[in-house]
């Protein structure tokens, strides 16, 4: 299995659940979380709400438990991914 696309909907309370469960892809600021920028392809590290930017395709299949398991793990549940 495969994630093509993962984005932080509005609402994220900023609990650092996330980034402790997948650090390549999550990163923490003071309101939000954030796609890093390493690993999508549009290069740009935001919520990735708007934009709904692929993951670099050579990560897709690596990062796809870690991405899973993060969703699972959200309190508020604004973690969502599309798969392949």
């Known amino acids: 299995m495969a994630i093509k ?11 650092n659940a996330c980034d402790a469960e997948c650090p390549d892809v999550f990163a923490v600021t003071d309101t ?3 796609i890093k920028a390493s690993v999508r392809q549009d290069g ?3 919520e990735n709400r708007d934009e709904k930017s ?3 395709v050579e ?4 990062l796809a ?3 899973e ?5 959200c309190p508020v549940e604004v973690i969502q991914f599309e798969k392949l």
Do not use: D, R
């Not at 398991?69 to 793990?73: D, I, K, L, S, V």
């Open 65 to 67: 438990a870690g991405i």
């Open 54 to 56: 692929p993951l670099k």
């Open 44 to 46: 740009k590290e935001n």
């Open 59 to 62: 990560l897709q299949a690596s």
């Open 32 to 34: 939000s979380s954030t």
């Open 69 to 73: 398991a993060a969703a699972a793990g």
């Open 5 to 15: 696309t993962v984005w932080i909907e509005e609402g994220c309370i900023v609990c």
